[in-house]
């Protein structure tokens, strides 16, 4: 039997995200618990559109000055609406389709043929749905390394490119039973799949299209920090969809994924208040949001794999980790990724994929490594995946980046960078100074 056999036998949450690897009788669950599952992952779903629209967009908006709010708001909201419609043609066919290890087949493009019922009973179309809100949230946060300064026609076509030839072939590698999950990486919500492909991406994208102007020498301060802890909010809220509902079931996995998720969270979130306050003197608003943050970004890929004491666990690592690679990138590297997206979702992506293999073990309240998976071998898989996912973002997204640069253009001009995107690209201002 192989590992994938294996691993789906033992753990029915994953089962559902390693699409039809095995598949289970009708009689497997009861329609009482069908029914259960469907309402459950109907309503993740919009828990985890609710994250982009309008926790990330707000979250995002506060960040940057007055004059930019409305066009950050406007590039998730537009980024949202290009990958639906994008995931609906030929992505989820290609992410789940039957076909090679790399890459699935286009036998259910434009949504043909749905009917395929998961393990747990729900039916594709939910699946289908709640895999569409990863699709759109992970494009949006490679948006944060450029706000102020990038072409609304560059964002426009990048993220659609972006998210056919890197997270596509990535969620096939790992949820859609291609290379990496036949080897056994584990990837329970989204910890190479989403934040380790998009933070890389950040980083290159940030590191190509260039610093915006005054950066590092004048600090760039966030316009609204009230805005910024309401949008964090709503991504902590949305998260339980997000991690919980990859359990794909209303049951114990989904519980402890979330239980984990929000003691990772409240962990990080005081782990960073904590360094902050000790290093300039003061806790910040910001410093405890983004270590939120950090905390969720970090939990993810184990979050269904870890008993409540590896949630904490996971969250310290996370806020200390993220901490330290926010600065380094920005004052040693000078690197200007505007939000942090690299540091706190890439870094805590990956630190969270690597964990998951000592924090799954029983001893420490996880349920255990699978069939005869050593924690050594387990190490080495989980690596593979960071290290094959976090390539394929370099080198597709250098690609992508010259060839949409080529026909959009990059960034705006100096003058309509210093009068704010708002105005110089949309016509309009979020707020009203007469």
């Given at each position: 039997?192989?590992?994938?056999?294996?691993?789906?036998?033992?753990?029915?949450?994953?089962?559902?995200?390693?699409?039809?690897?095995?598949?289970?009788?009708?009689?497997?669950?009861?329609?009482?618990?069908?029914?259960?599952?469907?309402?459950?992952?109907?309503?993740?779903?919009?828990?985890?559109?609710?994250?982009?629209?309008?926790?990330?967009?707000?979250?995002?908006?506060?960040?940057?000055?007055?004059?930019?709010?409305?066009?950050?708001?406007?590039?998730?909201?537009?980024?949202?609406?290009?990958?639906?419609?994008?995931?609906?043609?030929?992505?989820?066919?290609?992410?789940?389709?039957?076909?090679?290890?790399?890459?699935?087949?286009?036998?259910?493009?434009?949504?043909?043929?749905?009917?395929?019922?998961?393990?747990?009973?729900?039916?594709?179309?939910?699946?289908?749905?709640?895999?569409?809100?990863?699709?759109?949230?992970?494009?949006?946060?490679?948006?944060?390394?450029?706000?102020?300064?990038?072409?609304?026609?560059?964002?426009?076509?990048?993220?659609?490119?972006?998210?056919?030839?890197?997270?596509?072939?990535?969620?096939?590698?790992?949820?859609?039973g291609g290379w990496l999950a036949r080897l056994g990486t584990i990837d329970f919500a989204g910890g190479i799949v989403v934040h380790t492909t998009a933070g890389v991406t950040a980083l290159v994208v940030a590191i190509l299209i260039g610093r915006r102007r005054g950066f590092p020498d004048h600090l760039i301060p966030p316009h609204s920090p009230g805005i910024t802890m309401a949008g964090a909010g709503m991504l902590w809220v949305g998260w339980f969809g997000f991690n919980g509902g990859s359990a794909l079931a209303a049951d114990a996995s989904a519980a402890g994924a979330i239980l984990a998720t929000h003691l990772a969270a409240a962990t990080a979130a005081l782990t960073w208040m904590a360094i902050e306050w000790w290093r300039i003197g003061k806790p910040t608003s910001i410093g405890i949001v983004t270590g939120s943050v950090a905390g969720l970004a970090s939990v993810t890929p184990a979050s269904g794999f870890i008993g409540p004491l590896g949630g904490v666990i996971i969250g310290c690592a996370g806020g200390l980790v993220c901490f330290h690679a926010t600065g380094f990138i920005k004052q040693r590297l000078r690197i200007d990724d505007s939000l942090d997206v690299f540091a706190v979702h890439g870094v805590g992506g990956m630190l969270g994929s690597l964990l998951v293999a000592p924090l799954a073990l029983a001893a420490l309240g996880g349920v255990g490594l699978v069939g005869t998976m050593t924690l050594a071998r387990q190490i080495g898989v989980q690596a593979l995946g960071v290290a094959a996912a976090a390539a394929w973002s370099v080198l597709v997204s250098v690609a992508i980046i010259k060839l949409a640069g080529a026909l959009t253009g990059l960034r705006v001009d100096a003058e309509a960078e210093s009068d704010g995107l708002d105005l110089s690209v949309h016509g309009e201002r979020a707020y009203d100074h007469s």
């Amino acid at each position: 039997m192989t590992v994938l056999a294996t691993i789906v036998r033992r753990l029915p949450a994953l089962s559902g995200l390693l699409l039809w690897a095995t598949p289970a009788p009708a009689a497997a669950v009861s329609p009482g618990q069908a029914s259960g599952n469907g309402a459950w992952v109907l309503t993740a779903s919009a828990l985890v559109l609710f994250m982009t629209l309008p926790g990330l967009a707000l979250f995002y908006g506060g960040l940057v000055r007055a004059r930019n709010l409305l066009s950050v708001l406007m590039q998730c909201f537009a980024i949202c609406c290009v990958v639906s419609i994008l995931w609906a043609a030929v992505g989820y066919s290609l992410a789940f389709g039957d076909g090679s290890p790399l890459i699935g087949g286009l036998e259910q493009a434009f949504l043909a043929h749905l009917g395929r019922v998961q393990p747990t009973g729900i039916p594709e179309a939910a699946f289908v749905m709640f895999q569409m809100t990863f699709a759109i949230i992970t494009p949006a946060l490679v948006i944060g390394a450029f706000p102020e300064r990038v072409r609304f026609p560059f964002v426009l076509l990048f993220s659609a490119l972006w998210l056919l030839l890197v997270y596509v072939p990535v969620v096939h590698w790992l949820w859609g039973g291609g290379w990496l999950a036949r080897l056994g990486t584990i990837d329970f919500a989204g910890g190479i799949v989403v934040h380790t492909t998009a933070g890389v991406t950040a980083l290159v994208v940030a590191i190509l299209i260039g610093r915006r102007r005054g950066f590092p020498d004048h600090l760039i301060p966030p316009h609204s920090p009230g805005i910024t802890m309401a949008g964090a909010g709503m991504l902590w809220v949305g998260w339980f969809g997000f991690n919980g509902g990859s359990a794909l079931a209303a049951d114990a996995s989904a519980a402890g994924a979330i239980l984990a998720t929000h003691l990772a969270a409240a962990t990080a979130a005081l782990t960073w208040m904590a360094i902050e306050w000790w290093r300039i003197g003061k806790p910040t608003s910001i410093g405890i949001v983004t270590g939120s943050v950090a905390g969720l970004a970090s939990v993810t890929p184990a979050s269904g794999f870890i008993g409540p004491l590896g949630g904490v666990i996971i969250g310290c690592a996370g806020g200390l980790v993220c901490f330290h690679a926010t600065g380094f990138i920005k004052q040693r590297l000078r690197i200007d990724d505007s939000l942090d997206v690299f540091a706190v979702h890439g870094v805590g992506g990956m630190l969270g994929s690597l964990l998951v293999a000592p924090l799954a073990l029983a001893a420490l309240g996880g349920v255990g490594l699978v069939g005869t998976m050593t924690l050594a071998r387990q190490i080495g898989v989980q690596a593979l995946g960071v290290a094959a996912a976090a390539a394929w973002s370099v080198l597709v997204s250098v690609a992508i980046i010259k060839l949409a640069g080529a026909l959009t253009g990059l960034r705006v001009d100096a003058e309509a960078e210093s009068d704010g995107l708002d105005l110089s690209v949309h016509g309009e201002r979020a707020y009203d100074h007469s």
